[in-house]
């Protein structure tokens, strides 16, 4: 019966330790690996600019997969935002009415990185570029 009741108590003890030593372990904090956050991409501020010997056109412009909505606009025209550096970029017009040219320009930090000029009627000029 002795016998019984000393390897009853030293499975407890085994067991119990055990337990114990996970719940210590775990209260004393073995910290998980620090993951470092991802960085965030700076802002850049891009212009994006339409010129042109036409007076109106349809424009469409912004990151290349959530391109904005086509918009008509009296020429010459631009707008500005702050986008994320490595963006994709994409700014288009077309002349549906006049005959003439237009020219569009992407300019990053007041740097032209993008231009390109259509002269057709009912033509589509279209500035596309990556932001180093």
Known sequence: MLRYLAIGLLIIFVVGGAAAAIVIGLRLGAAAPLVPKPATPPLVNVTYRLSGT?????????????????????????????????????FSARNDTDKGTLTCEIIVDGKVIETSTHSEAGGKVACITTLP
């Open 54 to 90: 036409t007076k109106r056109a349809v424009v469409t412009s912004g990151e290349l997969d959530t391109t904005g909505q086509p918009l008509s606009v009296d020429i010459p025209w631009q707008t500005f935002a702050r986008v994320p550096a490595g963006s994709d970029l994409y």
